[in-house]
């Protein structure tokens, strides 16, 4: 079993959730509000989101939310290879002490 790059898969969590919450930007954006409610009640399995959305988000707050999720989800996928690799076998070393003769 091997391990996991770190920075690797931390690096595509990152990407995946900063993927998904620019979905959720475009579904906000071309959807309109009476959609985007229907759309994220479905998601959300009956949760009403109408009393908490809010539609008239600025640019600079989607760029800071785009920043924090990629980092909420590089941290997640780095610990889950830092837990994963934790549990992993050792690598197999050769064993160099003998000389060849």
């Not at 998904?20 to 949760?47: D, K, Q, R």
């Not at 600025?58 to 939310?65: H, N, Q, R």
């Amino acid at each position: 079993m091997g391990t996991i790059n770190i920075r690797k898969f931390g690096l595509a969590w990152g990407a995946t959730f900063a993927l998904l919450y620019l979905g959720c930007a475009f579904v906000m954006l071309t959807a309109g509000e009476e959609n985007t409610i229907l759309f994220f009640n479905s998601l959300l399995h009956g949760l009403d989101v109408r009393p908490i959305i809010r539609m008239d988000i600025p640019l600079w707050e989607v760029l800071v939310g785009i920043v924090e999720i990629f980092i909420i989800g590089w941290l997640t996928g780095a610990t889950i290879a830092g837990i994963y690799n934790f549990g992993a076998a050792p690598p197999k070393t050769l064993n160099r002490d003998k000389e060849v003769q």
